[in-house]
């Protein structure tokens, strides 16, 4: 039943028998515009006389919500203190999280599946002579994780975090601890 050709070009679906080649996992992270609801994904080989073999594609929507600020507003991150969503300094989109002062931060609960691995990202920038922005995980059943930003351009922070076998959420943030100034963060998505 997998030995359908496809109609398009040379591509063809072939049951894998013999396991012998070595396939490499590539991951690419999009966000869909306001108004688009469909996108086409591809595997594409531009030349060449050999085969190659492409399996297990999925899509997976990152459990953290509004992690792009693009709803224009903190719903469903709960801000504490001087957060808030400011349609400046946007690292992508036209929103972005002002953490104003400090001690000031957002945080949103994100539904998770337990006894699982995923990889907490975010972008983050401060102001000149500001403390660092701590992106960072809680409340999944192992040690809080952060990372801390503290360049004055937007830069990329991750932590990588396994779920406990019973729990189910976490409880993700973006913490400025003090300073007088402001620091922004974008783009916060969880992958897997
Ligand atoms: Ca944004």
Redesign the pocket.
Known sequence: MFNKILSLFKSTIVKDTKQTSKKTKGTVTFTTGAANTTATIYLYKPSGTTIAYGDDFTILRSPASNG???NGSLSPWYGWNAATVVNAQ???????LQLAGGSVSAEQVVTLSPNTTYTLTGYAKTGNSSPPVHIGVKNFGGTEQFVSISSTSYTQGSVTFTTGSTNTSATIYAYKPSGATSAYV??IIITR
Not at 90 to 96: E, L, Q
């Open positions: 792009g600020f693009e946007a690292r992508t989109g036209s929103y972005a974008d783009d």
